[in-house]
């Protein structure tokens, strides 16, 4: 069965530019997260959502970060006027639900963004 | 704020081996504690989770232990191979609970022919 796909794998930008990276989750699935993972360290929790729900957006950096989940399916995550700093793989992954029971959460390739 | 951390960045052993990958957390609040194996360009994969009301849990290989008294987790490794070659991070799911992870730094482990 599909895993959790990510587009672009690579995306170089220039500093200023906005990017749209996209994550299709697991069929099935009520739960996507977002996290980003710098260059050797773990991963930084951005943002999740679930089903209907208000999204957790607890973790976005600055307010130039922003992402939608349309139809509960695939998510778009946006970064405007990217700075170097934003530089990172950003990982996408899903779960059948969240909420206050933990789930495996699936995570998928990752975009790696570059800043120049 | 809260934090998971490793205490050691890189681990190298030998093939055959049994590895212990350590990990020190601070949220008293978390019920599950899982971890992740990355291998160079992949996502993470889950490799076991435990459950903060255990305290030992085995997998195919693998052993996690929990001591909640000093909030230590490790990952042990039996008979250690080469596709064992990756970052291992430990997560929690913090306050709240639920899958909202928290994640250590890892840690590259290195297995030698």
């Known amino acids: 069965g599909a895993g959790v796909s990510q587009s672009p794998s690579n995306k170089v930008t220039e500093k200023g530019k906005d990017v749209e990276l996209r994550c299709d989750p697991i069929?099935?699935?009520?739960?996507l997260y977002w996290y980003r993972q710098s260059l050797g360290q773990g991963l930084e929790f951005l943002i999740y959502?679930?089903?209907?729900?208000?999204?957790?957006k607890s973790g976005l950096p600055s307010d130039r970060f922003s992402a939608e989940r349309t139809g509960g399916s695939v998510s778009t995550l946006t970064i405007q006027r990217t700075q170097q700093e934003d530089s990172a793989v950003y990982l996408c992954?899903?779960?059948?639900?969240?909420?206050?029971?933990?789930?495996?959460?699936?995570f998928g390739p990752g975009t790696r963004l570059t800043v120049l | 704020g809260e934090s998971v951390g490793l205490h050691l960045p890189t681990l190298s052993v030998q093939e055959g081996d049994n590895s212990i990958i350590n990990c020190a957390y601070s949220?008293?609040?978390?019920?599950?504690f899982i971890w992740y194996k990355q291998e160079s360009g992949k996502g993470p994969q889950f490799i076991i989770d435990?459950?903060?009301?255990?305290d030992k849990r085995q997998g195919q290989r693998v052993t996690v232990l929990l001591n909640k008294t000093v909030k230590h987790l490790s990952l042990q490794i039996a008979a250690t191979q080469p596709g064992d070659s990756a970052v291992y991070f430990c997560?929690?799911?913090?306050?709240?609970?639920?899958?909202?992870?928290?994640f250590g730094t890892g840690t590259q482990l290195k297995v030698e022919l």
């Open positions: 992954a899903s779960s059948w639900t969240s909420g206050r029971s933990y789930n495996e959460q699936f």
């Open positions: 959502f679930q089903g209907n729900s208000a999204p957790d």
């Open positions: 949220n008293s609040a978390s019920d599950y």
């Open positions: 435990i459950r903060s009301n255990m």
């Open positions: 997560a929690e799911n913090g306050e709240g609970g639920g899958n909202k992870l928290t």
């Open positions: 069929s099935g699935h009520t739960a």
